[in-house]
Every structure is written in C-alpha cells, then in structure tokens.
C-alpha cells in the first residue's frame, strides 16, 4: 500500500511518478479470437502525498453509469489538484462490456462473485485476480459502481459494511441517504478488498444500458466528498444528505411478491416513498377477472424495482423498506423541494449549472489533448 504519494505508484506494470497522470490500456488476456483484452485505465499521482484511492465501474459489462462518472473523475482531477493518488479502472469486465451484457460472455460467468480470482484458472478467475494484484491490492480505500440488473432500477443507495469503522466512514462520507448495510456476498470486489483491509463500498444506481445523468451529476458530487473526507481533496467539504438511513442486515428490508400470476402494472411513483397501505402494483389475469393489488405494508421506500411486465406467482417484485414518520416527514420536504431521489426521471440532459456544467472538461479532440497532463501509453 502507498500511503505517501511524493514515491512513484506501481501499478499496472507500470511506474507513475508523483504529479503525472497516465492513462493507458492494461492487457489481462485475449480473447479466443486473438484479440487482446484491455482494462482503460487512468492514474491520477498527486504531487502531494496522500491516500490512493480506487474507482471501479462495469463489473456487470451493461452497468454504464459508472463508466461515465469514471470519464468525469479521469479527466477532472489533475496531479496538482490531490493529496494522494487515484485509480481509475473505467470498465473491469470488458468482454461483458463489449457484448452489453452482465456476465462473461459464452461462459455465463459472474466476475462479481469471482475474486480474489486465480492467475492459473478461467479467464473470469484470471481478470479477478489481474484487478485485484495490480490495482485494487495497490490502494487505501475504494467505490465500485453498480446499477441494476437489466430490466430493474434501484433507487440510489450505498452497500457497506457497517461493522468495519473504516467502512461506515467510507459509506457516511459518500453521502447517500439510504445505506443497506451487509458485508456483500462471497467473491465480490467490495467484500475481498475489505477483507484484506481496503475499505471498500459498492455504489447502487438506477438502471443497465444508460447514463441517467440526474445520478452521474450527483456521484460526482459524491466522490469529491469521499475525496474530502480521505483528505485526498482537503479544502473541499464533506456533504451530509439531509437524512440518512441505514438498513439493517437483518430483517428490515423485504421483498415484496407477487401471490397470483398475471399481468403486472405498476402504481407508485413518481418518487420512491409510498404511503402505508398505498397500492403498489396489481396483478391482473387476461380477463381481469383476477386483480390482487399489492400494497405497501407501511410508510416506507421502494429501493429496488423488478420492472417486469408479467410475474409468475412468488415472484418479486420490489425491495421496500420501511420508514419513520420523521424520517417520511424529510423525505415529503425534499419531493417538495425538488431534491429528493428522481430515479425514475427519464432525462438524459445533464442538469444545468450542476456538477457537470461547473466542472466539466468538455470535448477534446483526439488530436487536441494536452499532452503535458496526460500522457497516454499502448500497452500491447
Ligand atoms: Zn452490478
């Protein structure tokens, strides 16, 4: 681990000098057709010694958003803007990427559920391993970004181990307002790197396939709060949410099902706190002589949302968890402030005068880049 950011960072095979940024593709195989797989990555070494921290996006190939905020961090933050270092793996399951789809292709297997990964096993081991020895092993703390799994959305929250201190800073500091505590499930990014004392949250947002920029605009806002807080970017503030609730390992969060099977229409929204007894989703046969409404059981959020149109009976269909009237009372201010969680907003235009408008390198040119920042390196 590299505390102190003035020494030259390894990582990648590579050595980056204190006050340089590099970014360069980092081969971790070939695929059956003789192509190499390539990691883009982007090194950030400050001049200025400090922790180093890592970004990760697309473990699951079609989870975008992440990606997108890992081209704002990469190309916002200069050398000379951090204490410390930071690690930029822009997407980590390429060949998922490149067919747009969750999983390693043909084999079907979940990287996610793979490390710390083996260097003499599959290709999927292999990657694992490759993310884990070269980078993720090379830090002080780490945000992996998620979203949904296709044909679902989630409401924006944190995913953290609430028992590691070192953890529950990571998660407060990021700033969401839901935290669903757990310490993740056997083979995950978050649950390995935590294990080997590199704290480590997972960061849930929306859906697969889009850049829903209403969220990336407020990622961006978040890392610079974990940055702040890790003393990474001292002068800048640590954000508080408003409210805050942690989610219990056990018992708190339920899945709400479906009895019959049938037809399914959704009925909340359009924000993501429901009323006790509000209905949620009916379920209808063709003839509608069957509707079973399914209502909430309490006041409280709708986290996650199975976006199916049609359920077999037992099958979910939404995450809820319940809320205190004191906290519904903060929540009801901020839908009436405009503030509160628009995950089901469907627009794509960053907001104005937002972390993008403000912060925003905008376009280069291939051909335009300044090379005195940004070296750039074939790793073939
Ligand atoms: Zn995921």
């Not at 409401?155 to 310490?183: K, Q």
């Not at 709060?225 to 503030?237: F, G, K, M, R, Y």
Request: glycine share 8%; with cysteine.
């Amino acid at each position: 681990m590299t505390g102190d950011s003035h020494q030259s960072l390894e990582v990648g095979d590579r050595v980056v000098p204190s006050g340089r940024k590099v970014q360069f593709r980092y081969a971790v195989g070939t695929t059956f057709n003789d192509d190499p797989i390539e990691i883009p990555v982007t090194v950030i070494n400050g001049t200025r010694s400090g922790p180093t921290g890592f970004l990760t996006a697309a473990v699951h190939g079609d989870e975008l958003n992440g990606i997108k905020i890992i081209q704002e961090v990469a190309g916002h933050y200069a050398p000379e803007d951090i204490h410390g270092a930071l690690v930029c793996l822009h997407v980590l399951n390429v060949p998922g990427f490149l067919a747009q789809q969750r999983y390693i292709p043909i084999y079907d297997e979940d990287l996610n559920r793979s490390f710390p990964g083996n260097s003499r096993s599959t290709t999927t081991k292999r990657l694992a391993n490759a993310i884990c020895e070269e980078f993720v092993s090379k830090c002080d703390f780490g945000l992996d970004f998620h979203t949904s799994t296709r044909n679902r959305t989630t409401m924006y929250h944190v995913r953290a181990d609430m028992n590691d201190p070192a953890v529950e800073r990571l998660a407060r500091a990021f700033g969401t307002s839901v935290i669903l505590d757990g310490e993740g499930s056997q083979g995950t990014l978050r649950r390995v790197a935590c294990e080997d004392g590199i704290p480590t949250v997972t960061v849930e947002m929306g859906r697969a396939h889009r850049f829903q920029t209403t969220h990336l605009d407020r990622a961006l806002h978040c890392v610079a709060s974990v940055l702040a807080e890790h003393e990474v970017l001292p002068d800048h503030p640590v954000s508080w949410p408003g409210w805050t609730r942690v989610i219990a390992r056990d018992g708190e969060k339920s899945w709400l099902r479906a009895d019959t099977g049938g037809l399914v229409e959704m009925k909340w929204g359009p924000h993501s706190l429901v009323e006790d007894g509000e209905p949620l989703f009916t379920i209808s046969d063709h003839f509608k002589d069957e509707v079973e409404v399914v209502r909430a059981p309490s006041t409280g959020l709708v986290v996650g949302v199975l976006e199916n149109a049609v359920a077999y009976p037992g099958h979910p269909l939404c995450h809820f968890v319940s809320v205190d009237e004191t906290t519904a009372d903060i929540i009801r201010d901020d839908i009436e402030r405009g503030v509160f969680d628009v995950y089901r907003e469907g627009g794509f235009q960053w907001p104005e005068s937002q972390w993008y408008a403000t912060h925003g390198h905008g376009t280069k040119s291939k051909h335009a880049r300044n090379i005195s920042e940004t070296e750039r390196e074939e790793n073939r």
